[in-house]
C-alpha cells in the first residue's frame, strides 16, 4: 500500500523556522516528482514547492522563494522542506504529494497530476 505522511507542522512565530518531512512507503520518491502543496483559510489549494531528483528540476512559488528549500534524501524515502522566516501568511495545511507518473523530468504543480497525498500537516504562523 502506497503512503505519505507529512510530519512536522506546528505553531511558531513570525520570523520562525519549521522543517516538514514527508516519508514514503509504497513507492520509490527517487523516480517519482513530489510536490509540497497548502492550503490556506479561505484560499484554494496551491503548489508550494516541487523536486524531481530524476531530473534535478525544482519549483519554488514565488511568495515562499528565498525562505523555503526543498530537498529529498534517497536513502530515507524523505523529502524535506525546510521553511525559514515564515510569515502569517504561510499558515495552511501543507500536503506533500507523489505523481502518479515515474521518470518524469519537469517539475509541475497542478494537482491533477497527483495520485498519492498525505495526510496533511498544520502550520500556523502568529504575528
Known amino acids: 500500500e502506497v503512503q505519505l505522511q507529512a510530519f512536522g507542522g506546528g505553531l511558531v512565530q513570525a520570523g520562525g523556522s519549521l522543517r516538514l518531512s514527508c516519508a514514503a512507503s509504497?513507492?520509490?520518491?527517487?523516480?517519482?516528482?513530489i510536490t509540497w502543496f497548502r492550503r490556506a483559510p479561505g484560499k484554494e489549494r496551491e503548489g508550494v514547492s516541487c523536486i524531481v531528483s530524476s531530473s534535478g528540476a525544482t519549483y519554488y512559488r514565488d511568495t515562499v522563494k528565498g525562505r523555503f528549500t526543498i530537498s529529498k534524501d534517497n536513502a530515507s524515502n524523505t523529502v524535506y522542506l525546510q521553511m525559514n522566516s515564515l510569515k502569517p501568511e504561510d499558515t495552511a495545511v501543507y500536503y506533500c504529494?507523489?505523481?502518479?507518473?515515474?521518470?518524469?523530468?519537469?517539475?509541475?504543480?497542478?494537482?491533477?497530476?497527483?495520485?498519492?497525498w498525505g495526510q496533511g500537516t498544520q502550520v500556523t504562523v502568529s504575528s
Open positions: 509504497g513507492l520509490t520518491l527517487h523516480n517519482r516528482r
Open positions: 504529494a507523489a505523481d502518479r507518473l515515474q521518470w518524469v523530468r519537469r517539475c509541475l504543480v497542478d494537482p491533477r497530476l497527483y495520485d498519492y
